[in-house]
């Protein structure tokens, strides 16, 4: 009986586009590496990363080689073959990783044209294989320096492009910046249009329909998140920091700053201006997040589809989940009247004792699930156990995009519309419309290219298996959850709860709680399917469910003082205010020190106190 043949990772990577491009990096890698597998007589397996940078790039960031490595786990490659030792990584960090997984499952690694493999269990091989690993991340390590050093001393000369991409508003002569007389025009515009009130998307549409300027790196027209940075760039208003930095100890450290005097196209008074604009927006932006709980931002109103703010009532003891379509309708009646007519949770939510029982429930579903107990396969492999949160994190920037996206597709829509009726009503030539309509419908159909793009790497995402490796670091902290800082509290429960949908039920008078999770966790399994030829136990991970509800009674209740405790605290602020004569806030500080809550049992400051002292009708005189 004829044997299988093993398999053969083939490994291709070059380390700049440069390389790519120039060359045939990869196309060179790629028949080394099949005239490999022929030479051994094994079937090859290509696995291509394309152009990585090699300095900056960790594990997590590797996607095409976590693949491979997990082909190795399982146990389908025993043989991996690179064009050079440093192709599997030139960070320390990285390498360690992947090293332990290929000593663990006795991995051959075959180099350039030798067919002679090193074998990591002989101690000879192994000091060689990390010898010349360590020898590559030295060559790397100076060559970047070295270049680094350059862009320092041509700065230092008087030159002032940094490198990279040419600002816009600039040319670059000899090294040096210049004014591009259009582009600078237009970037005086924005940042007038920015300070006169209009948004980043109505500076977007301007752009995009109004001017012949076309982003750098984007099909479907500029990116709002690039304007934003424009309008905080120094360089517009004369000024340029070049910062030196370097990892120290594990942390980025600024070793050394040039600051660097340009071209002014901006006036100062301006710049100034636009950025107390932008820092509003933002502080107006995380008002909400002062005050966070654990699930404020993951709530969401069931029938209206927004997200949940948290509020303080002064009538209340207590902070409420509140939906926020009354504000919407009062600021947009045409809008929202509809909507807050219809909206399901007319009865806001307690948030102390709802975020106990929402706690309870997941703990509850993440102590039963399969995947959460399942001991995790990849625990040696710590670079990418700790790259749950760069997963997550790519996910929420990838549907953040897709929305902005769709956004603006529907002001392209709109813009074409607007174009019909100026052509109508003589206010452009047709010609001119024409051609305004033509460029629109170019960027709407790039803008299609980019929405399937994200939706189909959104799709793989929430698709993907490989976080059943990952997800049992947390584990051991489910148990301790409750007693958790609110700011871990919050980090956990976001790495398994994409939101919670809340409604009203007037007939049980109870809120219902929807859970949507990340992964399909509830009520999930698991099926053995015997061992591997290397005696390992092999599985199946059974998808469950990812929804689950609960009910939670409604409860208008108020919590009050007792008449002795109303009576106590009575005299102990007449004490204090009509016999010691104290101010307001001297008050409030004795008050609190000495555990004396107020009668909705918070603690007292300075208008609760004078409200109180009113209605107790002291006579304090004139303290």
């Known amino acids: 009986m004829k044997k299988n043949k093993e398999n053969l990772g083939i490994l291709l990577r070059v380390s700049s586009d440069v390389q790519q491009n120039e060359g045939g990096g990869l196309e060179v890698q790629k028949r080394m590496g099949l005239e490999m597998s022929k030479k051994l007589e094994l079937n090859p397996i290509i696995f291509n990363e394309g152009s990585q940078s090699s300095f900056k790039v960790e ?210 008074k301006l710049w100034n201006y636009v950025q107390k604009i932008l820092e509003d927006n933002m502080r107006n932006k995380d008002n909400r997040k002062k005050n966070p709980t654990i699930f404020d931002g993951l709530l969401n109103c069931k029938s209206c589809e927004i997200p949940l703010s948290v509020k303080s009532n002064r009538d209340s003891e207590f902070e409420l989940y509140s939906c926020r379509s009354v504000e919407y309708q009062w600021k947009n009646p045409m809008k929202w009247k509809t909507k807050h007519q219809n909206c399901t949770l007319k009865k806001s939510v307690r948030v102390g004792s709802t975020d106990v029982e929402l706690i309870n429930h997941l703990i509850q579903i993440l102590k039963e699930s399969k995947r959460v107990r399942e001991n995790y396969k990849l625990k040696s492999l710590t670079s990418k156990l700790d790259s749950v949160d760069n997963i997550e994190k790519d996910k929420i920037k990838k549907e953040k995009y897709l929305l902005n996206k769709k956004r603006y597709k529907e002001s392209l829509e709109e813009k074409i519309v607007d174009t019909e009726v100026q052509i109508l009503t003589s206010e452009i030539s047709k010609s001119l419309g024409k051609k305004v309509k033509e460029r629109i419908k170019k960027l709407i159909v790039g803008v299609n290219e980019e929405i399937n793009d994200f939706e189909n790497e959104l799709r793989v995402l929430n698709n993907s298996s490989e976080w059943i490796d990952w997800l049992n670091q947390m584990y051991l902290e489910v148990d301790s959850l409750e007693n958790l800082p609110l700011n871990k509290q919050r980090e956990f429960v976001s790495k398994y709860v994409k939101k919670i949908e809340v409604e009203y039920k007037p007939k049980t008078q109870s809120h219902k709680f929807n859970f949507k999770f990340l992964y399909p966790i509830v009520e999930d399994g698991i099926k053995l399917k015997g061992k591997n030829n290397r005696g390992r136990k092999e599985y199946e991970i059974l998808d469950g469910s990812s929804s689950s509800s609960i009910e939670i009674k409604f409860s208008n209740k108020r919590i009050r003082l007792s008449e002795d405790e109303k009576n106590d605290l009575h005299k102990r602020i007449s004490e204090l205010r009509v016999g010691k004569s104290l101010s307001l806030n001297e008050v409030c500080k004795i008050l609190n020190d000495e555990g004396y809550l107020t009668p909705t049992k918070k603690k007292w400051d300075k208008p609760k106190l004078s409200s109180y002292t009113k209605n107790m009708k002291l006579d304090v005189g004139k303290v």
């Open 59 to 268: 594990i997590n960031e590797r996607v095409v080689l976590v693949e491979l490595l997990d082909e190795v786990q399982k146990g389908t490659i025993n043989n991996i073959w690179v064009f050079n030792s440093d192709r599997l990584g030139r960070n320390t960090q990285s390498w360690m990783s992947i090293y332990k997984v290929l000593i663990e499952h006795g991995v051959k690694i075959y180099v350039g044209s030798s067919p002679n493999p090193f074998d990591l269990d002989n101690p000879l091989d192994n000091l060689n294989m990390n010898m010349l690993s360590l020898i590559s991340q030295y060559d790397n390590q100076l060559r970047r320096m070295r270049s680094v050093m350059g862009k320092r001393n041509s700065l230092k000369s008087g030159n002032t492009f940094v490198g990279g991409t040419k600002p816009f508003g600039y040319d670059v002569k000899n090294k040096k910046l210049i004014i591009n007389k259009e582009e600078s025009e237009c970037i005086k515009e924005i940042f007038k249009m920015y300070s006169e009130g209009k948004s980043t998307m109505n500076i977007k549409t301007y752009l995009d329909t109004q001017t012949p300027f076309q982003p750098k790196r984007s099909k479907s027209g500029w990116n709002m998140g690039t304007i934003q940075k424009m309008l905080g760039n120094q360089l517009y208003k004369g000024v340029q920091k070049w910062e030196w930095k370097e990892m120290v100890g594990g942390k980025q450290k600024i070793v050394d700053v040039i600051e660097i005097k340009t071209p002014k196209v901006v006036k100062v």
